[in-house]
């Protein structure tokens, strides 16, 4: 089983049906590092994997104040964006109660973590290109990798 996958998504609703796919397959304690610039696609793939939750997508928001947001769908999704957090507080936030509990977690800004602060996670990197963006997933750990299995192989 390939631990990688990169996909082009032409649209916004494209990146969406990706991670809806990831969404209606997750099971407890999965979890989502997004990275990528402001803009490239982070909340909208958090928006996807909200709908395959079960989850009202426009409940999804990139929060302006709150650091972590939960929704209830099929299991509960917990919404985490490190983007305004100040360096310090990042290794103060109990990451490790979302992670190892009954739902599911999307991190933005994953790269603000310091190093090895999870040991299982399904890694997100979306870049832009052209008028659409490239999902680069790379699975860490046994969980992420069976969870990433269910995504068609590269051509
Ligand atoms: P981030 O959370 O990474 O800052 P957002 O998800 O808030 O980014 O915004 C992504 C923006 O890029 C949206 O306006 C969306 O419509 C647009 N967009 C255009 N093409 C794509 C694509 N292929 N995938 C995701 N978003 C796209
Ligand atoms: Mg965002």
Known sequence: MAETRRIQTENVAATETVAARLGATAQPGDTVALVGDLGAGKTAFTRGLATGLGVAPDSVASPTFIMVAEHLGRLPLYHIDLYRLEPGAVDELPLREYVYGRGVTAIEWFDRLSEGAL???????????????????????????????ILPANA
């Open 119 to 149: 040991d299982d996670y399904l890694l997100v990197r979306i870049d832009y290109a052209g008028s659409g963006r490239i999902l680069d997933f790379q699975a860490h750990g046994s969980r992420a990798q069976a969870w990433l299995g």
